[in-house]
Structures are given as C-alpha cells and as structure tokens.
C-alpha cells in the first residue's frame, strides 16, 4: 500500500544528499521504529511518506499512486489517510483539549471562537470517543497549555487518529519526554495500531524503545537504509 522507489533527497544549496536511493516496502501490520543518529535523515523520510516532503528524484507510491503526480487537493486527501504526530505536539495551546482534537478532523479554521458548535454531534462524539481511547476523558475541557507533556502528546495521537487515518506516522513523538513517559506513550502507540489496524512509522532516538515495541526496525545512517529487519537482530554499532 506504501512503497518508496530509488527515492532521493537533495535540499537546494546542499552538497550531499539526505536520502539516496532508498527503496522500502511498507505493510499495513508494520509497527516500525526508524532509528538513526540525528542528521540520519530520519525526519526528511517521514516528510515524504506524505507528500509534505517531494523527492528530488525517484518516488513514493501511495495505493499505486505515485504521490509526486499529485495535485496539491489530492495530497491534501491523501494526507487525511495519514495521521501524524511531533515532537512538539504542534497543539493550539489556547485550545481546549476538545478542540485541538476536533481540529484534526477540518482542520484549523480562522475563527475557532465557536468551533464546536461547527460540528455535528456524530462528529464530537467521534471526537469524544477518541479522546476517552488516549486516557483523556476527564481533561475533555482543560487547555492544552495547562497539560504536562505526554498530556500533549496523547492530544497529538488523538487528533491525528480522530479522521480515521489508515497511516500514523510519529516525527519524534517522543523526544521531549522522560523515560517512563514515552514507554506510556508507546504503549498506548501500540494499543492504537492493534486496534485500528493502522501502519505506524515512528522516528526514535532511543534504541531501547525501538527494540521493546517495533516489530521492524529500519535504521539510517547518512541518509542511506543500514538495518531493516526485525528489532532481536538489530545491533547498535
Ligand atoms: P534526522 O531527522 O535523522 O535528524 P534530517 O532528515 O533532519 O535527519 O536531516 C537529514 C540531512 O538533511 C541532514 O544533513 C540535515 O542537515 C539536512 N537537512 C534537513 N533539513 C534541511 C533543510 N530544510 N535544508 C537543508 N538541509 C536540511
Ligand atoms: P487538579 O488540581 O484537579 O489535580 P491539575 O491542574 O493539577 O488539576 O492537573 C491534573 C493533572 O494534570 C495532574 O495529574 C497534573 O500532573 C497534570 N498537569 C496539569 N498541568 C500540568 C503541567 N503544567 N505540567 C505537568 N502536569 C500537569
């Protein structure tokens, strides 16, 4: 459903590439965990597994469709098929908890003084529901600016999920959080992608996390592939 062929990256004005030539096959029960030093090219991949980032050469495929051909509309819905998260959470701190969920499901819109009312009552109970699967149904309300940060993070999960994406795809989602945290946040990760059936490609830093939830590890290093394979075998060297 996802591939990459031959797919190279090359930012303006650079002498080296960030991705060279990376030919990957992506399935839908694929729990992966991208792991490479910083610099790796980690983020650059993540960006253009949904358009976000267009190759210089070579291409992504998305059900047999490669995502370069595309018009800037249908990238927009190609992307609703592909939730993502951040390392910095990328929330309106202002906003609810409620709202920055329901704003994954349009979109930030200019005017949100009245965003609930903008949604049908399926909508908000989707919402809702969402909200109660990432343990947050008593901050429903709470702004996001007075969450802790893996309070954040399960906001960031729920908005991405709330469109029913059928890819999630996490650009260091765990960075800013201590240790016990991000094993909380892989846990409920790995919950989401059991039970929404959802491909999951996640960039991490930490090996350990990697090797404890991922069912395949891809590592980079100078923005080519040196591991893929199943996380027992991987050997940080
Ligand atoms: P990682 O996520 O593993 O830290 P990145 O994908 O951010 O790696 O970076 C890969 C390479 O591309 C690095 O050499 C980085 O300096 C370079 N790079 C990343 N973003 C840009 C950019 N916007 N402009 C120029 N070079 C960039
Ligand atoms: P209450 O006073 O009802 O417990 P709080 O505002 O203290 O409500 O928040 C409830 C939960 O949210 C607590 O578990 C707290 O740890 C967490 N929390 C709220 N705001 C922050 C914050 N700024 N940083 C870290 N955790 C927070």
Not at 21 to 47: E, M, P, Y
Not at 91 to 106: A, C, D, I, T, Y
């Amino acid at each position: 459903m996802l591939e990459v062929n031959n797919l190279v990256v090359r930012y303006p004005g650079s002498h080296h590439n960030a991705l060279s030539s990376i030919n990957l096959t992506f399935d839908q029960g694929d729990f992966i965990c991208v792991l490479g030093k910083s610099g790796a090219g980690k983020s650059t991949f993540i960006r253009c597994l949904n358009g976000l980032q267009l190759p210089t050469s070579g291409e992504v495929i998305w059900d047999g469709q490669t995502l370069s051909n595309r018009n800037e509309e249908q990238l927009r819905k190609i992307r609703r098929e592909m939730g993502m998260i951040f390392q910095h959470f990328n929330l309106v701190p202002r906003l609810s908890v409620l709202q920055n969920v329901l704003s994954g499901m349009f979109g930030y819109r200019s005017s949100l003084k009245n965003l609930i009312g903008w949604f049908s009552e399926e909508e908000l109970n989707q919402a809702k529901q969402m909200i109660d699967e990432v343990g947050l149904k008593d901050f429903m309300n709470r702004r996001v600016e007075h969450l802790s940060g893996g309070q954040k993070q399960r906001v960031g999960i729920a908005r991405a999920l709330v469109q029913n994406p059928r890819v999630l795809l996490g650009d260091e989602p765990v960075a800013s959080l201590d240790p016990g945290t991000s094993n909380r946040i892989f846990t409920l990760l790995k919950e989401m992608h059991n039970r929404h059936n959802l491909l999951t490609v996640i960039n991490v830093h930490d090996v350990t996390l990697a090797k404890r939830y991922a069912t395949r590890v891809i590592a980079f290093k100078d923005g080519e592939v040196i591991f893929d394979g199943k996380p027992e075998y991987f050997s940080n060297k």
